[in-house]
């Protein structure tokens, strides 16, 4: 399974945008890039994913790089509410079990 | 609503006294998965079943049973539980799996927080 490597932490201010960077140097083509968070006592909940062209939702923006190498979730608007663990993962294409491989993730820190 | 449930939300237990932890979900899912959270090592998948008496083990089965006979419910089940399956536990669920299309967003249920003592 390709990886994900993400920044353990950061901070922003309320009302600001925030940028969380994700770099996949090892995806495949048929990688799809998802982005999924943890609010604190909560389970995972879906964010936003792509394949090659930037997409948005009423809840973000995720901007993929040309090469598909990298990746930037943007919040336009940081809230209090927004503070979570974000993570970045790769999913093939075709899976047989679906299954979602975690990492550590980035720790967002939103400062009123 | 549409959701994932989970009980119970908080469980404490001593070794070897089987129990169960309920899932269930009434988005008329076909996929629903367990994983179990731990500090340092993220969430890992523990079964999964893709449809209804369908099921396959995930990364870390060892101790673990699960069972699929109505679409919405999914539980776990420690035969005999032991200290190190103390950890967060997290249900989810999936719309679909035609064409096994990896976009489908998964829906999580809240938790359960098992401690064996």
């Known amino acids: 399974d390709a990886k994900t490597t993400q920044p353990n932490s950061m901070e922003s201010n309320e009302e600001e945008p925030v940028h969380l960077p994700c770099n996949h140097s090892?995806?495949?083509?048929?990688?799809?890039i998802h982005w999924y968070r943890q609010l604190p006592s909560q389970g995972p909940e879906y964010v936003i994913h792509g394949l090659t062209s930037n997409v948005n939702n009423r809840m973000a923006s995720l901007a993929i790089a040309e090469d598909r190498k990298s990746s930037t979730l943007i919040l336009h608007r940081a809230t209090l509410r927004d503070a979570a663990v974000y993570y970045c993962?790769?999913?093939?294409?075709?899976?047989?079990?679906?299954?979602?491989?975690f990492g550590s993730g980035t720790r967002l820190l939103v400062r009123p | 609503e549409a959701q994932v449930t989970q009980n119970p939300r908080y469980l404490i237990t001593v070794t070897g006294k089987k129990l169960t932890v309920t899932c269930s979900q009434n988005?008329?899912?076909?996929?629903m998965s367990w994983y179990r959270q731990d500090p340092g090592l993220g969430l890992r998948q523990i079964y999964y079943s893709m449809n209804v008496e369908v099921t396959d083990k995930g990364d870390v089965p060892e101790g673990y049973k699960v069972s699929r006979k109505e679409k919405r419910n999914f539980p776990l089940i420690l035969e005999s539980p032991s200290p190190n399956q103390t950890s967060l536990y997290f249900c989810?669920?999936?719309?679909?799996?035609?064409?096994?299309?990896?976009?489908?967003?998964?829906?999580f249920g809240p938790g359960t927080r098992l401690t064996v003592l």
């Open positions: 988005m008329n899912h076909e996929y």
């Open positions: 989810a669920s999936s719309p679909g799996t035609s064409g096994r299309s990896s976009y489908n967003e998964q829906f």
């Open positions: 090892t995806i495949s083509g048929t990688d799809y």
């Open positions: 993962i790769l999913r093939p294409r075709f899976h047989s079990s679906y299954k979602l491989i």
